[in-house]
């Protein structure tokens, strides 16, 4: 499956692993939900980029199920401190459809921005452009 990262350039990776693969390898797309369902298993030991980067391609692909998001849900609860504002509202864009359990990575996403919106110095141009856009006018 392909994952277009935000500076426009795309990864391909293999069914059944999360290795990038050779364009001629790969998967159709009727292996989405198998991926899927190795991103939520593998969830936990995938780094916070490679987590958003396959979780925001499979939403958008359809692929994760109730259970792959609340999977997800979970490990965002824990770790969401440990990404960036950028990963954050990615990450938000996954759990947008409303449901009970995806409430408590949306409450982590939340104090982590608002944490980050208390030292601006510390955040780059993009992360400040998102935190202005975010702004009531």
């Known amino acids: 499956w392909r994952v277009r990262l935000d500076d426009g350039s795309t990864r391909l990776f293999k069914t059944g692993n999360l290795e990038p693969c050779k364009p001629s ?3 159709a797309p009727r292996d989405a939900a198998g991926t899927a369902g190795l991103l939520a298993t593998r969830c936990s030991t995938l780094h ?3 987590l958003v980067d396959a979780a925001e391609s499979l939403g958008l ?3 994760l199920t109730d ?3 609340r999977l997800l ?16 509202v990615r990450l938000a864009r996954v759990f947008s459809k409303p449901a009970a ?9 939340s104090n982590s921005v608002d944490r980050m919106a208390q030292d601006p110095a510390a955040l780059s141009g993009a992360e400040l452009h998102v935190l ?6």
């Not at 770790?79 to 954050?88: E, H, I, M, Q």
């Not at 359990?101 to 996403?109: D, G, V």
């Open 25 to 27: 390898e790969a998967p």
């Open 48 to 50: 916070g980029e490679e």
């Open 61 to 63: 692909m359809g692929a």
């Open 67 to 69: 259970e792959h998001l």
């Open 73 to 88: 849900s979970a490990q965002v609860a824990q770790r969401a401190a440990s990404f960036t504002l950028l990963d954050l």
């Open 101 to 109: 359990e995806h409430r408590l990575a949306l409450k982590a996403i």
């Open 132 to 137: 202005v856009d975010r702004v009531p006018r």
